[in-house]
Nanobody, 127 residues
Framework: QVQLVESGGGLVQPGGSLRLSCAASGRTFRIYDMGWFRQAPGKEREFVAA????????YYANSVKGRFTIARDDAKRSVYLQMNSLKPEDTADYYCAAQQYYSNSYSYMRDERYDTWGQGTQVTVSS
């Protein structure tokens, strides 16, 4: 079984940057698609970004496009989220998601696509 551990969250001023990391540990042959979701207080979890395992194609929510960048390092079984020009509305718990078992039944933006989740890391954007 694979576990995902996020790191890199914290408090940052508006306009600042943070880089989130997510590392997979445990025995598995391969990690397939990976993504980031977030959940703000009192709101539902929402898609942020995803990256495919085949050709590293990337997908972004409109709200973060042009500000956030997702990347993966398969040798380290890790995925990263570089967040620039942060806004107060980016404040949320950020969750890493991954596929241990590949499926194309759902779009990259749906949390049903992913079968493994991290515990989350908190990001607060405030002056």
């Amino acid at each position: 079984q694979v576990q995902l551990v996020e790191s890199g969250g914290g408090l940052v001023q508006p306009g600042g940057s943070l880089r989130l990391s997510c590392a997979a540990s445990g025995r598995t042959f391969r990690i397939y698609d990976m993504g980031w979701f977030r959940q703000a207080p009192g709101k539902e979890r929402e898609f942020v970004a995803a990256i495919s395992w085949t050709d590293s194609s990337t997908y972004y929510a409109n709200s973060v496009k042009g500000r956030f960048t997702i990347a993966r390092d398969d040798a380290k079984r890790s995925v990263y989220l570089q967040m620039n020009s942060l806004k107060p509305e980016d404040t949320a718990d950020y969750y890493c998601a991954a596929q241990q078992y590949y499926s194309n039944s759902y779009s990259y933006m749906r949390d049903e696509r992913y079968d493994t989740w991290g515990q989350g890391t908190q990001v607060t954007v405030s002056s």
